[in-house]
């Protein structure tokens, strides 16, 4: 009994640092930092996801008492456009926000924040060969996306369990295994095209239609635990070392897909078809495309 305790604890913690690293990285992620006067630091989350229901408000921080004014300068993603620039206002809700223009699905606007504090010059980020990237998507419907982030959650919680249960020889390491394949099958393979069709209007971008870093992540995963499945089977052996070996393989291919950053080499669209007539929904490319 304690053995199990132990191995749930451990897993609970694997896979809260693996939802935490998943939901800190990626590309679609907030960027953040600080700005400074006299000595106080003001956080900016700087976001770099938007719906396509409206342009997305870009938020930087109120500085009070000081002589402050900052500027959002974008363009769309790898074109050769030349930047807007408009100034950062304060809305009656007391934000400080500028509007980036709305875009068709997979849309990306390349931008960053110019300004001044005092006198001092900033800009986000620091580095002036450096944007942040905003990609626009289309809404997904809540009865398809909270049931797939559910599945994921219980695929990393029950895969890690199952990992474990395999290296330290618990016997209950089959039964975790099945259930975090079914809920990979379900949240991964069923759900999560449904989240990609809504988002981008396309069920599957990965191979061998594309190059969607997190569908062929998916896919690289449940062929992993299938190949799993189908070594342990359902019921239990004499000798299990195989099983064990096989399992464990499993989670550490798991383990590895979770390490790489969510929605890396995603659906982009290309500009320059758009520019030439082309309906945005069929100049969508992605993955090793995107360059």
């Not at 934000?95 to 606007?109: D, E, H, I, T, Y």
């Not at 209950?172 to 394949?181: H, Q, S």
């Not at 997190?214 to 070594?231: H, R, S």
Request: hydrophobic share 45%; charged share 20%.
């Amino acid at each position: 009994m304690a053995k199990k305790v132990i191995l749930w604890v451990l897993a609970v913690l694997l896979a809260v640092s693996a939802m935490i690293y998943q939901r800190s990285t990626g590309p679609t992620y907030e960027y953040k930092g600080y700005l400074e006067n006299n000595g106080e630091k003001l956080r900016y989350e700087l976001i770099r996801t938007h719906e396509t229901t409206a342009g997305a408000k870009v938020e930087m921080p109120i500085v009070e008492g000081a002589d402050y004014q900052a500027t959002l300068n974008f363009k769309r993603y790898q074109t050769q456009d030349s930047i807007t620039a408009i100034d950062f206002q304060l809305e009656e809700d007391g934000r400080f926000l500028a509007q980036l223009p709305v875009q068709p699905a997979a849309g990306k606007m390349e931008y960053f924040v110019s300004g001044s504090i005092n006198g001092k010059i900033f800009r986000i980020p620091e580095k002036e060969e450096d944007q942040i990237i905003l990609r626009y998507k289309d809404p997904v419907s809540d009865f398809i996306l909270i049931p797939h982030v559910t599945m994921m959650i219980i695929v990393i919680l029950f895969g890690i369990r199952a990992g474990l249960g395999a290296v330290f020889n618990d016997s209950t390491f089959r039964k975790w295994a099945i259930v975090a394949f079914g809920a990979m099958t379900l949240g991964g393979m069923i759900l999560g095209p449904l989240v990609q069709k809504s988002a981008f209007g396309e069920y599957w971008t990965g191979f061998p239609y594309g190059g969607d870093f997190t569908d062929n992540k998916m896919l690289i995963m449940w062929l992993a635990w299938a190949l799993a499945l189908a070594v342990i089977g359902f019921k239990p052996k004499k000798k299990e070392n195989v099983s064990r070996i096989a399992v464990t393989l499993a989670a550490v291919v798991m383990t590895i897909v979770y390490l790489i950053p969510h929605s890396m080499g995603g659906s982009t669209l290309d500009y320059e078809q758009v520019d030439k007539g082309i309906d945005p929904k069929e100049a969508i490319k992605t993955g090793a495309e995107d360059k």
